[in-house]
């Protein structure tokens, strides 16, 4: 089993910036996929970033060149670093890992964004 913990979330103002980051209990180098993903209220939860193995990156197109996910596999630990924050980016923030057999979710990270 492997535990992930978020943290970086809070209240930010428009146009603001914030940085999550994600820790697995283990090494990260076994998860063919990790990648952050939020909810908004009343929506479905919708992927917002991912990366591979290899370290290939891709993004929804709401946050393309506004948001930028990393990996330190040293710290075993995925970022997700988000400029230019708007109103829209409210949401749970989760990060999650797939490995060839098994789903691992965090808790969730409550991002605000809000004058």
């Known amino acids: 089993q492997v535990q992930l913990v978020e943290s970086g979330g809070g209240l930010v103002q428009p146009g603001g910036s914030l940085r999550l980051s994600c820790v697995a209990s283990?090494?990260?180098?076994?998860?063919?996929?990790m990648g952050w993903y939020r909810r908004a209220p009343g929506k479905e939860r919708e992927l917002v970033a991912l990366?591979?193995?290899?370290?290939?990156?891709n993004y929804a197109d709401s946050v393309k060149g506004r948001s930028t996910i990393s990996r330190d596999n040293a710290k075993s630990t995925v970022s997700l670093q988000m400029n230019s924050l708007k109103p829209e980016d409210t949401a749970v923030y989760y990060c999650?890992?797939?490995?060839?057999?098994?789903?691992?979710w965090g808790q969730g990270t409550q991002v605000t964004v809000s004058s």
């Open positions: 999650n890992f797939r490995d060839g057999t098994d789903d691992y």
């Open positions: 283990r090494s990260i180098f076994s998860f063919n996929y």
């Open positions: 990366i591979d193995r290899n370290g290939v990156i």
